[in-house]
Each structure stands twice: as C-alpha cells, then as structure tokens.
C-alpha cells in the first residue's frame, strides 16, 4: 500500500501516527505526531541565535558604538538615536573573540547618513550598508573559515 492509498485527515492530534521511510533501517516505520513535533522544534531553534541585546542612544553626529561580545554570543544592537545624524560608526566584536556563526542584529530609529562599519580585526566586512533609514535594520554573520563577516539580512 502506498501513502496516496490512505484515508486523508483534517486534524492532527498528538497521538497520531505519521508514516516515515528509516534510511538507517531501509524501510517505512512510523512516528507520532508529538514526536515529529518536538523534532521539527528542536531542529527550528537551532537555526535561530539567541541574541543578548546591548543598547545605546548616541547623542551626537559622528558617534560610534562598540559592540560588546567577549564570549561569542550573538547581539541585537538597538541604536535608539536622539536625532537623526550625518555620521556614525559601529564597531564589531573584535574578531579574535568571534565564534563561526555569530550573528550580530541591529535596529535603529533615526537616520544615519553616512554609516561605517569597522571590521574590528575581521579581514573584510561584506555587504555592509552605508546609510541607516530611520527604522532599517540589517544582519551580519561571522564566518570563521574566511574571518569576515557577511550580510545575511
């Protein structure tokens, strides 16, 4: 019997049985609804960084904010300007401290004019932008085999 030769459903319910081919095995098996629930979760958290979140609120043009991670963590900069600026700079973690992976997310609620990013000890910095809209964001990821940094959003 094939799986387009079973009954459909409407609901899925914890205790429900899910047909799965077994590559270890060579053959179909079967496993609940909860359990492939809890895989899929683990799996989903895993692609997403838990961000320790650093603040800071520059009140002149021409500013510049170090982000702080000594231990790899990921941070979320939120730039909360006191107005918009002709000029500022965001230090990255130094690279010696980065781990493969590290990501660092920053929002900002004013414009920025004309935004340098200092590479902080990374060989190169890709994708980087070099002006904040008010509201923009971008991402950046670590990556250690190429100790650069890259926009991922």
């Known amino acids: 019997m094939s799986i387009n030769d079973l009954s459909a459903i409407d609901a899925l319910a914890a205790g429900d049985l899910i047909p799965v081919y077994d590559a270890s095995n060579g053959d179909t098996r079967k496993i609940s609804a ?3 629930s809890d895989y899929v979760e ?3 958290v895993d692609k997403f960084p838990e961000y320790t979140v650093q603040r800071s609120s520059p009140s002149a043009t021409g500013f510049s904010v170090t982000i702080s991670s000594t231990d790899g963590t990921s941070i979320h900069l939120i730039l909360t300007p006191v107005a918009g600026y002709a000029a500022g700079t965001i230090v990255l973690p130094a690279a010696a401290t980065c781990v493969d992976k590290q990501e660092v997310l920053v929002n900002c609620t004013q414009i920025v004019t004309t935004l340098t990013i200092s590479e902080n000890g990374a060989s190169h910095v890709t994708g980087e932008p070099t002006t904040l809209a008010a509201n923009a964001f971008f991402r950046l990821r ?10 991922v959003g």
């Open 42 to 44: 683990t799996s989903i």
């Open 34 to 36: 909860s359990s492939l």
């Open 142 to 151: 670590y990556d250690l085999t190429t100790l650069g940094w890259y926009r």
